[in-house]
C-alpha cells in the first residue's frame, strides 16, 4: 500500500487536487482490490505457480503493455 499511497499522493499534487482523508483510503481500496483480484485470477489459472510468481508476472505483463504503447518494442 506504501508505493499506491506515494502513486496517489503524487496525483494529487500533479493535478493539484485535494483528497480529504474518506477519498483517499476509497482510492487505495479501490486500487489494492483491482490489483490483487488480477493476481488472484492469474495465480488461479496457472496452478503451478506462487502468488508471488503470478503478481511478479503480472507486473511484468503490466510494464510489456506500457512500452509497448509508447512504441519503445
Not at 18 to 46: C, G, H, P, S
Not at 47 to 65: C, G, H, P
Request: proline fraction near 0%.
Amino acid at each position: 500500500g506504501g508505493v499506491v499511497m506515494s502513486y496517489l499522493e503524487w496525483v494529487e499534487n500533479l493535478q493539484w487536487y485535494i483528497w480529504d482523508e474518506e477519498e483517499t483510503r476509497r482510492r487505495l481500496e479501490t486500487i489494492m482490490i483491482n490489483n490483487f483480484a488480477k493476481v488472484y485470477d492469474r495465480w488461479q489459472k496457472e496452478k503451478q505457480w506462487t502468488m508471488r510468481d503470478a503478481a511478479i508476472v503480472t507486473a511484468l505483463e503490466r510494464i510489456y503493455k506500457a512500452m509497448k504503447l509508447r512504441g519503445w518494442i
